[in-house]
Each structure stands twice: as C-alpha cells, then as structure tokens.
C-alpha cells in the first residue's frame, strides 16, 4: 500500500495488489539491473535499466547537456536536396500569422 499525502495533511491510501493478491504478473516485466552511464564529457552515473546485462556500461553519442534538443539552442535547417529551397519559393507569398 502506498500513502498520498495532500496539503491539508488529509492522507488516501492506494492499493498496489490485485484483486486476487498478486501485485503484478508474473513474468511480462523487463528485468532492470543496474548499469553505468557516460555522458560525452565524461561524467559517468549509475541507474537502473533494461539496457545490456547487469554492470554494463553505456556510452551516450549525444550529451543532453549541449544537444540543441535538450538545451533550447537555436537549429539551424539543412536543406538536403534542395526540399528547403523549393518550399521556401512555393509558399513565398503566404503569410499566415506571420510578421507583418
């Protein structure tokens, strides 16, 4: 059984088992193990996850640290095969709340 508790100190009492006593199926979850992160800089962290085998280390490619993603950095778009440019001239003349 788990407790909530509100602000005005009031507490709900939830039930983590099942109706017939099992508090979960058997053999549907994943097994999670811990495992050592590195991050791009180096920084290393223990966690628990269903990646690899129990000790594993994983070696991240992208740093959620300084990834534009994460941060909120501007991006910049790419335009491959000339997709941007086509699209940019097709719809010049459309404004849709745009500046004015």
Not at 28 to 34: A, F, L, T
Not at 39 to 53: I, K, L, P, W
Not at 59 to 71: F, Q, R, S
């Amino acid at each position: 059984m788990r407790a909530a508790g509100w602000p005005d100190g009031s507490v709900l009492v939830l039930s983590a088992l099942h109706p017939k006593g099992s508090p979960v199926k058997a053999d549907i979850h994943p097994n999670y193990h811990m495992i050592k992160v590195v991050m791009t800089n180096g920084v290393e962290f223990v966690t628990r996850s269903t990646y690899g085998a129990e000790g594993a280390t994983l070696n991240l490619d992208i740093d959620p640290n300084t990834h534009p993603a994460w941060t909120g950095g501007s991006q910049q778009l790419l335009d491959r095969g000339g997709r941007l440019s086509r699209f940019n001239t097709r719809f010049a003349g459309l404004s849709l709340g745009g500046k004015k």
